[in-house]
């Protein structure tokens, strides 16, 4: 695995064998840390993909914990992870795979189980997050405009709206 150490040298693991040379992969910056690559795995093959890829998905700050993760940074998470076969695949096809985790936590909320209605939370979550990618939408800008400033219905942010009212 290539790694870039903090005198922008950079150190190539082969057979056992430490090479050292200077890091050459601009745009990507050089001496980041070691954890900021981590993600990159042999599905990016050539310089030309690797630049593209780490361009359009910078790596994910690291946090202590999965709870520190805002909604742009997991947003940004499963886009590194899904982006190529969500585009293959397309708004409907996605959609529909949405649809069916909608349906699969509509049993879940009927049932006890609550690491099932965990997971079926998490994964409509995901599936929304993967067709805001393919529909090229920030989800943690949609919901800011929309919501930032209070119910868009009434305006508050203790929403006085009826219950008969959809806000």
């Keep these: 695995m290539d790694q870039c150490d903090s005198s922008g040298s950079l150190r190539r693991a082969s ?7 200077q890091c050459s992969r601009e745009p990507v910056p050089s001496c ?11 599905r990016y ?3 030309t993909s690797f630049i593209a890829t780490y361009l359009a998905n910078p790596p994910m700050a690291k946090t202590n914990s999965p709870n520190d993760l805002s909604i742009e ?9 899904y982006y190529e076969k969500d585009v293959a695949r397309g708004v409907d096809g996605t959609f529909m795979w949405l649809m069916e985790e909608v349906g699969e936590l509509a049993s879940a909320l009927r049932g006890d189980d ?4 965990k997971e079926e939370f998490a994964d409509v979550i995901a599936w929304l997050f993967t067709i805001a990618n393919v529909a090229d939408v920030n989800l943690a800008e949609a919901l800011s405009a929309k919501y930032g400033n209070g119910c868009p219905g009434c305006g508050k942010f203790e929403c006085s709206c009826s219950i008969e009212e959809k806000p």
């Design 15 to 21: 057979r056992g064998i430490d090479q050292t040379s």
């Design 73 to 81: 940074d997991l947003q940004q998470h499963i886009r590194r992870m």
């Design 114 to 117: 609550r690491e099932n209605l």
């Design 32 to 42: 980041r840390p070691v954890w900021q690559l981590e993600y990159l795995t042999p």
């Design 45 to 47: 093959s050539g310089a």
